[in-house]
């Protein structure tokens, strides 16, 4: 019975495995996390807005009905090519099929050290961790007599104005001057400042420029300071520098860079700088046609020359794609020849009131593009546990600004 090998069950692995339920051969699903998680959300759970539950859930029940399927918790350290090996944490695996969609994870452009001063937003981790950051800052401004030290507890730093940037700043800001501005006696939440740095001209640089100017406008209206063409030089923990100016502040984010996975190095393939493996048109290798590398780790180009974006729907298309593919090759019909992505838009969230969205053909902005956007994501929480009741939830959190999940946990707690 052929062995089918997928690495990391995000949303091109899970697709694709869910892909090859009921297949006549062995399918072995390997991920670091016991979770699929709905990157999509993360910033809800940053901000307090989402339990953790909310936005995860464990791939082994999701794939549990699929009698073909073998769930693994382990980490992929490198690929034998030539063996058809994979070699695990604690076990090595052979394979006549390989499905890598190991995803991507921050890129702090060369400064590797900023990682711990400014944390990334990318798995379940980061979001509480920055959650405990911003509640804790301002139990600490409660805390103490200082000026300074609660001026800089009581601003926050967002780097990077792409899509994550943008929904930091607009919910943080709305936490700040709302959801926490009756809760304390000796500060006024109100204050807080939260600034977006972004180093490019405009914000979501990918959207028409009159949406990226919808965007900053918004952010405006919300208390959002937006400092464009401001890239940051030099990062520590009192805050950040940029252009020999100086911000203070205790909480940094880094929204900037991606890296993708090492899926290049463990293949020995080319990949282009951001670490995308340059996969051949129907996703496979040029090592091997029998390994193929999807969504947040390869690079492909659509037929115009533009390349396919590193979003979710980019990610599951190529999973079903490349399953597909590899259910035709095993029955010995015919194969695609080459991965044709769909494109159905960009959408970005700017607080609880507006949106951005730009379809092929039109572009729309306001509460009805964010109303849009909540029914798109209501639509791709569809296939995971509970969709309605994350779906209730968000909008008692809308309709009461509140922030449900408020909890600080973890070692900033007993500072
Ligand atoms: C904060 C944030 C917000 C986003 N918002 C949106 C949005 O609104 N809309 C949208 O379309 N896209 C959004 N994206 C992008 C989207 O989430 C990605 O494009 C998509 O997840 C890529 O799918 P993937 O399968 O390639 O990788 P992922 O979904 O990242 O999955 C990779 C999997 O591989 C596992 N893994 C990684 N390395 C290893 C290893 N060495 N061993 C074992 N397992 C491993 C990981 O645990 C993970 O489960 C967002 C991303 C982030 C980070």
Known sequence: MPRIVILGAGFG?????KKLAGVDAEVTVVDRHNYHLFQPLLYQVATAGLPPSDIAWPIRSILSRQKNT???????IDIDVAQHQVMLKNDTLDFDFLI?????THSYFGHQNWQTIAPGLKSIDDATHIRRRILTAFEKAEMTDNDDERGRLMRFVIVGGGPTGVELAGTIAELAHRTLAADFRRIDPRSATVTLLEAGPRLLSYLDASLSDYARRSLGKLGVEV???????????????IDGDRIESATVIWAAGVAASPAGRWLDEETDNAGRVIVRPDLSVTGDPDIFVIGDSALIKNRDG??????APAA????????DLIIKRISKRAAPQAFRYRHAGHLATIGRKSAVIEFPRF???????WWLWGIAHIYFLVGVP????????WLWEYITYGRGARLITGVEQAD
């Open 386 to 393: 509970s969709p309605l009741v994350v779906s209730i939830r």
């Open 100 to 104: 890598v969609a190991t995803g991507s």
């Open 306 to 311: 533009t390349i396919v974006p590193g979003i």
């Open 13 to 17: 692995g899970l697709f694709a495995a």
């Open 363 to 369: 572009k729309m902005k306001g509460w009805l593009a």
């Open 227 to 241: 400092r464009l063409a401001t890239p940051v030089t030099d990062c520590d923990e009192d805050g950040v520098t």
């Open 70 to 76: 073998t769930v693994l918790l382990d980490e992929v």
């Open 316 to 323: 599951k298309q190529q999973g079903r794609f490349v399953a």
